[in-house]
């Protein structure tokens, strides 16, 4: 839908809402499903949070402009503006929730990211850490199950870094 936004097939007005509607119940599913695993609370804390900023927005999560501009990316002011993006609008003085948008730089990532994004990250990180120390049969020394999960974070946090 992001795409076809972009495109112009379709009205970020809805389109965007919509989306996020569909990927919330998706994702609240998922998380449903996997109720067992404890750090996907905080998946679902940080999933709550940037609900709140989103719908208390009009369906579009805020991002602030120089937030973007710290973490090194340009060129989006007018997208913005225009709400030409599905997903975000320009953060601005009647925003609601600012504190809850897109306002965390991450130069490293060139993303700006929510407090929420950092709550589901941690929750990733959480299960990737829990799958770890559950991946074997057999109980594991603790150096070596640390050693295992450090290895997982370190992969996860590598991906993160190529998809930017």
């Known amino acids: 839908m992001a ?3 972009y495109r112009g097939w379709f009205a970020p007005e809805w389109a965007g809402p919509l ?9 609240g599913y998922g998380l449903y499903q996997n109720r ?7 998946v679902l804390l ?6 709140l900023a989103i719908f208390a927005n009009g369906g579009h999560m805020p991002v602030s402009l120089a937030a973007l501009e710290r973490a090194g990316v340009e060129g989006w002011e007018e997208a913005l503006k225009t709400r030409a993006d599905a997903v ?15 306002v965390i730089p991450l130069p490293p990532l060139r993303k700006a990211v929510s ?13 990737v850490a829990e799958g770890a120390m559950r991946a074997s049969p057999k109980r594991l020394p603790r150096r070596q ?15 993160l870094a190529l998809r930017g």
């Open 115 to 127: 407090p929420g994004d950092l709550f589901i990250l941690a929750g990733i990180a959480g299960v």
């Open 19 to 27: 989306a996020k509607g569909l990927v919330l119940l998706l994702v």
């Open 88 to 102: 975000h609008t320009l953060l601005e003085e009647g925003s609601r929730l600012p504190f809850l948008g897109d």
């Open 46 to 51: 940080g999933l709550s949070l940037n609900t």
């Open 145 to 159: 199950a640390a050693l295992r999960v450090l290895v997982y974070l370190v992969l996860v946090l590598l991906l």
């Open 3 to 5: 795409y076809g936004t």
């Open 36 to 42: 067992h695993l404890r750090s996907l609370y905080l």
